[in-house]
C-alpha cells in the first residue's frame, strides 16, 4: 500500500525550503529528531490529561509558573478544543456572548454546537476581511447593553494586528463581564521585554497555539486562565470536547517547549526583533502592516505589486509563505527563526521583485458589513442544505461559512441571507460557490 501523506512530509523536510509558515519548530528543532519511542497511552505512571495529577499536572504547572497564570491546561486538540471549552464555559453561566467578527471558523462550529445567539461587534476593515480594528466605544456600548456578558475577542489577528486588550478588559469588568481571547497567533508574546500576553493585560481566559508560534508539534495549545474560579469548569469543559486518546508527542512537545521558554526564547526573540527590524528595512519602498512583528505582514498591492504573483515565484525561490491573495502576504516567523533565515528571505524577495511588474497602486476598501439574521448558527448548520454557484446565492440562507482563510471576518456567518455585498466579497476573495440552506 502506498503512503502519499507520509511520502509529501518526508519529500518536503528534506527539501532546503525556507518555512516562513507553522508550525513553530519549524522542521528544526533539536528536541525532537526521535520521537516514536515516547509515543504511547495511559499506562501507570503516565498521567490523564483531563484528570491530571501526575506528571501532566506537573508540566501544566511549568508552564503555569512561566506564563503568570492561576492555571493553564495543555490541549493537542490544538486551539479548536480550547475554544470550544471557553465558550461552553460562558453557556454554563448562562452570559451573552459578543464576539468581534473577525474569528476563526472554530468559533462558528463551537457556536453551533452550543447554540451560541452570537452578538457581533463589527471591526473597521484593515485593507481586507482578515484584519480589523475594534472600536473601543462600540465594545463598550454592547458591554452596557449585555452587562454580565462575555466579550470574545482575537487578538493578535491573522495579519498580526493587535487589539488593545488592557482597555477591554477595563471595559468588560467595569459591567461584571468576561474578556475571553483568541490569542492563538500569539503565544510568544509574554516573553517580549514586556508582555503582551493577553492574561498579562487583564483577560480572564485566552488560548495559546503553541504550534504556531512555538517549537511545538501542530495541534499543540494551552488554555490559560487568570483565575481560580475557572480552573475546574474549563478543565471538565475541555474533556466534553476532546479525544480520549490524546497525543502523548503533542503533550511532549509542550513540556519541552517549557524548557525552551524557560532557557531560550526571551534571547531569540531579542535577536528575531533585529532581524526582522533589519529585514524591513531592506525593503523601504515596500509597505508593511503595523502588529504583532512576528507576522511580517507585507501590503502588496499597496505596494504596486500582486501578492500571489510575489508568493508563487517566491515558492519557486524556495520560500514558502504562510498566506497571499492579491492584496498581502504573509511571513509568519517564530522565535527558532535565525540571521541566515533572514538573508535567504530577503535574497528571494529581492530577486522575485526584479522579475515582477508593478501595478497602479490599490488600497482595498470593505465596509463593515452585517447582513440580517434569518435563523440561528445552529438551526442553519443543522439543516438540510446544497452548494451553489455564488452568482445564484442572491437571497439564500447561508449554511456552512466560508472564509477564505481563518480567522477572518466571515463574510455571511451560517443563518445570515446573502447579498449583494456578500456575493462581491466572495467573488473578491475567489470564492465560487456557497454552502446553503434548501
Known amino acids: 500500500m502506498n503512503t502519499p501523506l507520509y511520502d509529501f512530509l518526508l519529500k518536503y523536510s528534506s527539501?532546503?525550503?525556507?518555512?516562513?509558515?507553522?508550525?513553530?519548530?519549524?522542521?528544526?528543532?533539536?528536541?525532537?529528531?526521535?520521537?516514536?519511542?515516547?509515543?504511547?497511552?495511559?499506562?501507570?505512571?503516565?498521567?490523564?490529561?483531563?484528570?491530571?495529577?501526575?506528571?501532566?499536572?506537573q508540566s501544566e504547572k511549568n508552564m503555569s509558573d512561566l506564563y503568570g497564570t492561576a492555571a493553564s491546561f495543555y490541549s493537542a486538540g490544538g486551539s479548536t478544543l480550547c475554544i470550544q471549552a471557553m465558550l461552553a464555559a460562558m453557556k454554563f453561566e448562562n452570559r451573552k456572548i459578543i464576539a468581534v467578527r473577525?474569528?476563526?471558523?472554530?468559533?462558528?462550529?463551537?457556536?453551533?454546537?452550543?447554540?451560541?445567539?452570537?452578538?457581533?461587534l463589527m471591526p473597521k476593515y484593515d485593507g481586507g476581511i482578515l484584519s480589523g480594528e475594534i472600536n473601543i466605544d462600540d465594545a463598550e456600548n454592547l458591554l452596557k447593553k449585555y452587562?454580565?456578558?462575555?466579550?470574545?475577542v482575537t487578538s493578535p489577528d491573522y495579519t498580526g494586528k493587535t487589539a488593545d486588550i488592557k482597555k477591554l478588559s477595563e471595559?468588560?469588568?467595569?459591567?461584571?463581564?468576561?474578556?475571553?481571547?483568541?490569542?492563538?497567533?500569539?503565544?510568544?508574546?509574554?516573553?517580549?521585554?514586556?508582555?503582551?500576553?493577553?492574561?498579562y493585560l487583564g483577560a480572564d481566559i485566552?488560548?495559546?497555539?503553541?504550534?504556531?508560534?512555538?517549537?511545538?508539534?501542530?495541534?499543540?495549545?494551552?488554555?490559560?486562565?487568570?483565575?481560580?474560579k475557572y480552573a475546574k469548569i474549563l478543565r471538565q469543559c475541555m474533556s466534553i470536547f476532546a479525544s480520549t486518546s490524546p497525543s502523548y508527542l503533542i503533550m511532549?512537545?509542550?513540556?519541552?517547549?517549557?524548557?525552551?521558554?524557560?532557557?531560550?526564547?526571551?534571547?531569540?526573540?531579542?535577536?528575531?526583533?533585529?532581524?526582522?527590524?533589519?529585514?524591513?528595512?531592506?525593503?523601504?519602498?515596500?509597505?508593511?502592516?503595523?502588529?504583532?512583528?512576528?507576522?511580517?505582514?507585507?501590503?502588496?498591492?499597496?505596494s504596486g505589486y500582486n501578492g500571489n504573483k510575489i508568493a508563487e515565484l517566491m515558492r519557486i525561490n524556495g520560500v514558502e509563505c504562510e498566506y497571499s491573495d492579491d492584496d498581502i502576504i504573509i511571513f509568519l516567523m517564530s522565535p527558532v527563526n535565525c540571521r541566515e533565515d533572514y538573508g535567504k528571505l530577503s535574497d528571494s524577495l529581492r530577486k522575485v521583485l526584479t522579475f515582477v511588474e508593478k501595478h497602479?497602486?490599490?488600497?482595498?476598501?470593505?465596509?463593515?458589513?452585517?447582513?440580517?439574521?434569518?435563523?440561528?448558527?445552529?438551526?442553519?448548520?443543522?439543516s438540510e442544505s446544497e452548494e451553489i454557484p455564488v452568482e445564484n446565492s442572491l437571497g439564500r440562507i447561508c449554511a456552512?461559512?466560508?472564509?477564505?482563510?481563518?480567522?477572518?471576518?466571515?463574510?455571511?456567518?451560517?443563518?445570515?441571507?446573502?447579498?449583494?455585498?456578500?456575493?462581491?466579497?466572495?467573488?473578491?476573495y475567489g470564492i465560487s460557490s456557497v454552502i446553503v440552506v434548501k
Request: charged letters at 20%; proline letters at 5%; glycine letters at 4%.
Open 252 to 302: 511532549a512537545s509542550l513540556d519541552l517547549c517549557n524548557k525552551y521558554i524557560s532557557e531560550n526564547i526571551r534571547n531569540d526573540i531579542k535577536n528575531n526583533l533585529r532581524f526582522i527590524k533589519d529585514f524591513r528595512n531592506n525593503f523601504p519602498d515596500m509597505k508593511f502592516a503595523d502588529g504583532e512583528p512576528f507576522h511580517i505582514t507585507l501590503k502588496a498591492s499597496e
Open 147 to 152: 452587562p454580565s456578558s462575555c466579550l470574545y
Open 171 to 199: 471595559i468588560c469588568h467595569k459591567y461584571n463581564s468576561v474578556l475571553l481571547v483568541d490569542n492563538a497567533h500569539g503565544a510568544h508574546l509574554h516573553f517580549f521585554e514586556e508582555s503582551m500576553h493577553p492574561i
Open 15 to 57: 527539501s532546503e525550503i525556507l518555512r516562513c509558515h507553522m508550525p513553530g519548530h519549524k522542521g528544526k528543532f533539536r528536541y525532537l529528531e526521535n520521537i516514536c519511542n515516547i509515543d504511547i497511552t495511559e499506562i501507570k505512571g503516565a498521567d490523564s490529561l483531563f484528570e491530571a495529577d501526575g506528571i501532566i499536572l
Open 102 to 120: 473577525n474569528v476563526h471558523r472554530a468559533f462558528l462550529n463551537a457556536a453551533a454546537l452550543l447554540d451560541i445567539d452570537v452578538i457581533w
Open 206 to 228: 485566552c488560548c495559546d497555539s503553541a504550534h504556531k508560534m512555538l517549537p511545538a508539534l501542530t495541534g499543540a495549545a494551552v488554555l490559560h486562565t487568570s483565575s481560580e
Open 400 to 428: 456552512s461559512v466560508k472564509v477564505p482563510c481563518p480567522p477572518a471576518v466571515p463574510i455571511a456567518a451560517s443563518g445570515e441571507i446573502i447579498d449583494e455585498t456578500c456575493i462581491n466579497i466572495f467573488k473578491r
Open 360 to 382: 497602479e497602486i490599490i488600497s482595498p476598501e470593505f465596509s463593515a458589513h452585517l447582513p440580517k439574521k434569518a435563523m440561528s448558527v445552529r438551526q442553519a448548520v443543522f
